[in-house]
């Protein structure tokens, strides 16, 4: 099973699954880490566009582990090949395909570790990971044309190249290949879950339950984490900086006109869930501080130190209808770990973006 037909076919659902993994990766970058130039014109629309473009990600991610592994033995023979460099050429070929297993490896892994929030390396994930994405698209690339003839023989049944193998070796190669469609297929629907709420009762191995959390929703960062308590809380203000810049009590914060709207949680770990959110629209705090329809906000959360701590949210976030200034959550007062007392909740937006303890409000 180790020739040309059997690659080819694996390295069809493996190219597939790695390009929707990479248009959704750099999707979620850009959305999470968007350059001044940009950040005004990522839409807030659909309100469920990042649920299912990250449930994508994590799911394809997900999927081609086992994929890999599929092809890496398919072809591993060739590392035994002798003589083991046949000209300058070749040794560049196979340069190329070991920096193309390599960041393989290195992504598809490093993103299944991140999806348990388990860090066990000196770097930062989130660069890195796409730098890494970029080297192992353009090494995949490189690795298709050099492979294109070879590839081109054997990309269906009745290519030339396949139909010259023995036709003895067809019932084993269906095997293998029925085999790994039904690993692919279980591995995805035992922790597709996590993404898809319809498919939560499946969920064997996600690494996240969606129904597990304080008031009916995971969090990732607490307020323990996050160095917030109720004490550090007691004489907390709201502060809209602006024009005409005000400050709010939480009594005078829930006085303003409320608004409820159901908006998803989506985190780039992959977990995603629906709840209900009622608050201060945004754009309305942030007209009362003299902000126009084209005003941006910066929101600063009260909490000592993190990654997160100040969020930049651009034009069409800030004056979408559906961005609060959430108060309660299902019904409740947001507890503690949800931000208490007040968080933001954007439509398609990641979950690292919607800012919990926030003290801090300014027009931008």
Not at 22 to 33: A, K, P
Not at 90 to 105: C, G, K
Not at 319 to 345: F, K, M, W
Request: charge should be positive; aromatic fraction near 10%.
């Amino acid at each position: 099973m180790h020739d040309a037909r059997t690659a080819t076919a694996i390295g069809r659902w493996l190219g597939l699954s790695f390009a929707v993994c990479f248009v959704t990766g750099v999707l979620s970058h850009y959305l999470q880490h968007p350059p001044g130039w940009l950040a005004d014109w990522l839409p807030s629309r659909p309100y469920w566009g990042y649920r299912l473009t990250q449930g994508l990600h994590v799911v394809s991610g997900i999927a081609a582990i086992p994929l890999l592994l599929a092809k890496l033995w398919t072809v591993y023979p060739k590392l035994f090949a002798w003589p083991p460099v046949r000209s300058a050429v070749h040794a560049l070929e196979r340069l190329s395909v070991a920096v193309l297993v390599a960041a393989a490896l290195f992504e598809l892994f490093t993103g299944l570790l991140n999806t348990f929030q388990w860090y066990p390396w000196p770097f930062n994930f989130v660069p890195v990971h796409y730098a890494v994405a970029w080297l192992l698209l353009g090494s995949l690339l490189l690795h298709i044309a050099v492979q294109w003839p070879k590839i081109r023989d054997h990309l269906t049944l009745r290519s030339p190249g396949t139909l010259a193998l023995p036709e003895s070796d067809g019932p084993d190669r269906r095997q293998l290949l029925t085999a790994v469609a039904a690993a692919v297929g279980a591995v995805t629907l035992t922790t597709v879950g996590q993404s898809v709420t319809a498919l939560g009762p499946l969920d064997l191995f996600g690494p996240r339950s969606p129904a597990q959390g304080v008031q009916g929703l995971p969090v990732n960062r607490t307020a323990a984490a996050a160095r917030v308590s109720r004490a550090s809380l007691a004489d907390w203000r709201l502060t809209v900086a602006g024009p005409r810049p005000y400050t709010l009590t939480l009594d005078e914060l829930r006085a303003l006109p409320q608004h409820e709207v159901t908006l998803p949680i989506a985190c780039v770990e992959g977990w995603s869930k629906s709840a209900r959110w009622t608050g201060v629209r945004v754009r309305d705090l942030l007209e009362r501080a003299g902000g126009g329809p084209v005003s941006r906000a910066r929101v600063v959360s009260v909490e000592a130190a993190g990654a997160y701590r100040v969020m930049e949210m651009g034009r069409m976030y800030a004056q979408d209808p559906l961005t609060l200034l959430a108060l309660r959550l299902n019904g409740e007062v947001l507890s503690l770990d949800h931000g208490y007392p007040a968080r933001i909740i954007a439509p398609n937006r990641p979950g690292v973006l919607q800012t919990k303890w926030v003290g801090r409000l300014e027009v931008a």
